[in-house]
């Protein structure tokens, strides 16, 4: 049964940094579910459309672990955990979202896989964010069938997202792993020491 | 667990594994999105009461109930998708000075509603009927994910109870020092004030939490045993294969009945070609 079992790189994780990551991706999804309602509020005021600016705070969770722990497969498993943590605490979108955590983690994680999981400066995260975005787009796509919509108002759906993304998501990546180790608690984590592992 | 849904009970469904049932419920969803009639997206949501009533004793009343803070959300959809349809149309129902409905969008823009009240339906149903210490045992068991990763997991997700505190704790200490007041108070710097210390205080106890585990010994060995264990029974299958089936049927039947027009991909190829 061993030889079966997937690896995702995780037999080199040492337990703080996958119990790091899961506590952090929780509390994302957490977070996710208090921003749900403040999201589906603002559609009205929004519209469909400009909600879109709100939308590139969901990739947060698939950057900021990335960013903090620096290991292949850190934005697929963090993103999917978070969107777990929604279907468990009873999102009502759940198990749709549980495929997007997993498409949007995927998006982020070609972004760092093609840096070789190594370079996390800030425009590898914002690149990782805007194809978290695309990929999610695509998802969206099908799920929604954005096909029957005006090619404008498809555009819009698709371009509006991306500032969101690169603010919401890679900009604030960066801040919040910034701010969480200048407060001492990732001592020893990839993100505080100077240079990347390979 | 408190802050899950989950209610205890022991019916066909309850006693499902979990990743069987998360894989038959997202066959559900799929199906309710490959076509754009109304008739699709409403047979699924049907068959969810009929699923949770006759296999959970589940009443399609409180289904309905716990679904309708997503009827805003299902309206709105329906509305852009009506408004802002863009395939293939006759002529317009409805004139609006500039703004124009069609049948056509009015139909593909129920369709879409409906589909996500069909999508907010499978997903409460299964967290009401899907023990989470359960769903993380069949994750590793049944899904093959690392064990380590999974505990991992199922340890955080024991914190949800003493986060959710704790966010109401950074709440009420901000609000009493009136950050809330401190103008450029924009949304981006409300999210960092509050998810840091949340944050901070996660990772705190997780420090603690992987050096108790580590000092157990945890994740030396490559396999482990196990006190819950989520076998895929004959009922697994049974229902994995009824689901797949009943979702042909389904739209066999509906097709019969001349109810399907709109094949997602051929209305893709349909609005492509009209412009």
Redesign the interface.
């Known amino acids: 049964m061993a030889g079966e079992r997937m690896d995702l790189g995780l037999t080199r994780w040492t337990t703080r940094e996958i119990v790091i990551m899961a506590v952090i991706s929780v509390a994302l999804g957490l977070i996710f579910m208090a921003y749900g309602v403040l999201y589906l509020a603002l559609v009205p005021l929004l519209g469909q459309v400009g909600i879109m600016l709100l939308l590139g705070f969901y990739y947060l969770t698939g950057i900021l672990v990335p960013y903090i722990v620096r290991r292949p497969g850190a934005a697929l498993v963090s993103s999917f955990l978070a969107a777990f943590t929604e279907l468990l605490v009873g999102s009502p979108f759940g198990i749709a979202a549980v495929w997007a955590g997993l498409v949007q983690g995927a998006g982020a994680e070609v972004v760092f896989a093609l840096r070789r999981w190594r370079d996390y400066r800030l425009p590898v995260l914002m690149g990782a964010a805007v194809l978290s975005g695309v990929f999610a787009y695509v998802y969206e796509y099908f799920l929604l069938s954005y096909a029957v919509l005006d090619p404008a108002v498809q555009l819009g759906l698709f371009l509006v997202r991306i500032p969101s993304a690169i603010v919401l998501a890679g900009l604030l990546g960066k801040v919040l792993g910034d701010a969480l180790a200048r407060t001492g608690v990732l001592r020893g984590l990839a993100i505080t020491r100077e240079g990347t592992r390979v | 667990m408190s ?3 989950y209610q205890e009970n022991d019916t066909f469904l309850h006693r499902l594994n979990p990743v069987a049932k ?1 894989a038959a ?2 066959c559900f ?1 799929l199906a309710s ?1 490959l076509y ?1 009639d109304v008739a699709v997206p409403f047979a699924m949501l049907v068959l969810s009461w009929l699923i949770g009533w006759s296999l959970a004793h589940i009443s399609p009343l409180a289904l309905l109930r ?2 309708s ?2 009827l ?2 299902a309206v ?2 329906t509305i ?2 009506t408004l ?4 293939p149309r006759g002529d317009p129902i409805l004139a609006l000075g500039p703004i124009y409905i069609w049948r056509e969008g009015l139909e ?1 823009g129920s369709s ?1 509603g409906l ?2 009240l069909c ?2 339906s ?3 149903l ?2 009401w009927t899907t023990d ?1 210490g359960r ?1 993380v045992a069949s994750l590793i068991q049944q899904a ?3 064990y ?2 999974a505990y ?2 199922l ?3 024991r ?2 109870p003493i ?2 505190r704790e ?1 109401a704790n950074i709440q009420a200490a901000q609000q009493v020092r009136a950050v809330h007041l401190r103008g450029h108070g924009g ?2 710097r409300r ?2 004030s ?3 210390p ?3 205080s ?6 603690r ?3 108790a ?2 000092a157990r010994g ?2 030396t060995l ?2 482990r045993t196990y006190y819950v264990r989520t076998p895929l029974r004959l009922a697994d299958y049974a229902f994995s294969i009824a689901s797949i089936v009943a979702c042909g049927l389904l739209l066999l039947a509906l097709g019969e009945l001349g109810l399907l027009h709109g094949f ?1 991909i051929g ?2 190829e349909r ?1 492509a070609g009209a ?1």
């Open positions: 802050v899950s849904l998360i419920f997202s969803i999105t754009l716990r679904l803070p997503i805003a959300a709105g959809l852009f998708n802002f349809y863009g395939g593909v879409i589909r996500i999508v907010a499978y997903s409460i299964y967290v989470p769903l093959r994910m690392p380590r990763l991992a997991i340890a955080a997700y914190f949800v986060l959710q966010l949304l981006f999210i960092v509050y998810s840091i949340l944050l901070v996660g990772i705190r106890q997780a420090e939490l992987a050096i585990m580590d945890f994740g490559p396999e997602l209305v893709a609005v412009q």
